[in-house]
């Protein structure tokens, strides 16, 4: 008889794991046990070593929904005697070493679903009814293993009816940690000014939704705040309260016929809107879009996602509207507000109603957000549902514990344990205190889950001035480890080596920013990247920044700056005060310092950045002249090009500059306004603007790529979001023979800039 002992890791924690192979190996009938050890399952057979190789095969193909094995390891053993008369579930050890996988939050399951809207069923309009196939995870758990005393429904003793089901294995709620029902859950309550005394406050919001207030709601990682979206006038209400007068709110709808009604939604968006994990998917407003414009004003998309809790689904069972607003109640920059006291006392003013409940959320973890750009899969935020998954560096990394932290804004960090690297949930805005704070609240928890004592190195950012670089500083000191300094788009091409598992490419990295080790702004760069090393090549055209970056805010002095060898001054003033005056907040006194500032060499700065291109095409075409929300200018370009064709004839001009090859941006800004002025279309010319810039870039790449020999071209940064220009540029790439490779698992800009850390700097201390 043989007795084999089978390791399981993956995500096979909180997820039903347990309860499945004791199902499995009863119906089989081996005997045996099954234990958590914190960092994997633990599974012990007796038997004939055939049956016990079909368990495993019947496991594989039948693991819970939720469940990710990532490694199955069998240790076979001979055995002339029984240990087991039977198969058990054993108590869950929390003497482990190595690394725990933490399952991600879920969508509520068909299944308490249908419990919820049954009114027969006793959790019938229970808002937090789960089970072992859905419902939080990372947003509970304290420590591990996961059970349910170390989540914060420890705080909620299970009634006699919910441990019956919590105790037995064949019942799918068998250890389901955040299982509870109207007895001995947590309660969901409406306020303003004090708890309201309400039989049914979930239908109360709904009704009070739908009269046009503000709600803010405390749903599982964190608080949305709440308005219709059929009327301007509480939306309008929303964004004078927030100050955010521009930026597109994401939706959330009841179902996915009613988006429908609305956007456009490919048969590839569908499958990911309608998944378990319930990202925002950016969608096309479709002819028939009948939503408030001010939902997300002068852009063609709008974010828009599906309910994912039992509070959602039975908000929208109240409500006649086909969207609700469901956007982050934050103070801007600031984290998401998770704590009743504190979402009351900082958003007062801005919320009417408060709808809360009383189950503490552990960590915040906000919406993930997911663009396809001609069915190619990008995320722009990768948070709840998906993190804190660990990507897999096995082909990468050595034994070797690395923190990487990210950039400064829109930050993440990641963690390299066991060869597995862990990205945080979205943080945000470090420059602000708050953000700050929660970002080392964040890696002192992730550091705990994970059991990591110790530190090998620290990656940062190459910017010596980015608070993340200090943090650096400071927790090398604490852990007597290295810092390892890695430029920003030598890290976002670290991204595309995770996502594709490969370590040489032709990087194309274009965005807003990234600090360059000339010291100048970098954002349009062609770099042979290889391992952990890199060289630059090309990049766009060397541009002044007139008032470094105040170029950023006002793009009107991003068009100076580029036209300025192009005209003499007073005919550039000229063109200022005729067509751009409203753009100049201080008339013609400014357009006067702008240019003095270029002509004198004064408070300048240079920049190679994508996104300042971008930027200046969309204020010369009279689209964006100042920016209130990130990418504000080049996103309005995107949607007024949407609705434009291909037809104006713009230059693509590419020469040797200090021995890289540059793309003349300057003359392409000159030729738009050129066309302008020939009165074509806004719309057309917006289009073949963007065309230019795209096409521009592959062909310095595929220069790049015929004088190195490599293969393959890769693009990344924020300008990848663009569907327009990722599809052109990804057309002349192919077309030149050459592979494209973008994103698919990992985000195009900043948010995964800490995993490209973390992978060049285990490149780098890989011994082979």
Known sequence: MKKAKIIVQGIVQGVGFRPTVYRIAREMKINGSVRNLGNSVEITLEGDKSKI???????????????????????????????????????????????????????????????????????????????????????????????????????????????????????????????????????????????????????????????????????????????????????????????????????????????????????????????????????????????????SPVLHNLGIMLPYSGLHHLLFQYSKEP????????????????????????????????????????????????????????????????????????????????????????????????????????????????TYKYLQEAINYMMSITQTDSIDAVACDLHPMFFTTKLAHELSEKYECDIFSVQHHHAHAGALFVDHEINELICIAADGVGYG????????????????????????????????????????????SMLNDYYESEELKELMVNEYIHYFKYGEKEIDLVLKQLNRNFNIQKTTSTGRVLDAISAALGICGERTYEGECAMKLESVAYRGSDTVDIPVEIKKDDEIATLNTSKILK??????????????????????VAEGLAKLAIKTADKTGVNVIGGTGGVFYNEAISKTIKEVVTESGYEFIQHKNTCAGDGSVSLGQAAIAALYYKKN
Not at 132 to 151: A, H, K, L, Q
Not at 325 to 345: H, K, R
Not at 536 to 544: A, I
């Open 53 to 295: 190789e079909e368990f495993v095969e019947n496991l594989k193909i039948n693991k819970p929904p939720i469940s990710k094995i990532t490694s199955l390891k069998i240790n076979w053993i001979e055995s002339k005697t029984n240990e087991f008369d039977d198969f058990i579930i054993l108590e869950s050890s929390a003497h482990f070493s190595g690394s725990s996988v933490i399952p991600p939050d879920v969508a509520v399951c068909d299944k308490c679903l249908e419990e919820i809207l049954n009114n027969s069923n006793n959790r019938f309009k229970y808002p937090f009814t789960a089970c072992t196939d859905c419902g939080p995870r990372f947003t509970v758990i304290n420590s591990v293993p996961y059970d349910r005393e170390r989540t914060s429904m420890d705080e909620f003793p299970l009634c006699d009816d919910c441990m019956i089901e919590y105790q037995n294995p064949l019942d799918r709620r068998y250890h389901a940690e955040a299982t509870c029902c109207p007895t001995c859950g947590p309660s969901v309550f409406l306020y303003k000014d004090k708890i309201l005394d309400l039989k049914n406050p979930i239908e109360m919001a709904a009704k009070l939704i739908d009269e046009g207030n503000i709600l803010a709601i405390k749903g599982i990682g964190g608080t949305h705040l709440v308005s219709k979206t059929t009327d301007d006038e509480p939306v309008i209400n929303l964004r004078e309260r927030l100050g955010r007068f521009n930026q597109p709110f994401a939706c959330m709808s009841p179902d996915i016929e009613t988006i429908k009604t609305f956007a456009e939604v490919a048969d590839f968006e569908e499958e990911t809107l309608i998944s378990r994990r319930r990202p925002i998917v950016v969608l096309n407003k479709s002819k028939d879009y009948y939503l408030a414009p001010s939902v």
């Open 323 to 434: 969207a609700y607003i469901m956007t982050s109640a934050n103070i801007p920059g600031e984290p998401m507000l998770t704590e009743n006291e504190e979402i009351i006392g900082k958003l007062e003013g801005i919320a009417d109603y408060y709808l809360l409940h009383d189950r503490k959320i552990v960590n915040r973890c906000d919406d993930s957000v997911i663009r396809f750009r001609a069915g190619d899969l990008a995320f722009i935020r990768r948070s709840r549902g998906y993190v804190p998954e660990p990507y897999d560096f096995s082909k990468m990394a050595e034994d070797i514990n690395i923190l990487a932290l990210g950039p400064e804004i829109d930050v993440t960090f990641a963690l390299l344990k066991d060869k597995k690297c862990y990205v945080s949930q979205h943080i945000g805005n470090t420059t602000k205190y708050e």
């Open 517 to 560: 080790e000339d010291g100048s702004a970098w954002g349009g760069e062609i770099l042979h990247v290889k391992g952990k090393n890199y060289e630059r090549l090309g990049s766009l055209m060397p541009q002044n920044m007139a008032g470094g970056d105040l170029t950023t805010k006002y793009p009107i002095r991003m068009v100076i």
């Open 671 to 692: 030729t738009v306004l050129e066309e302008k002025s020939e009165d074509k279309r806004i719309e057309d010319i917006a289009c073949s603007a963007q065309r230019a």
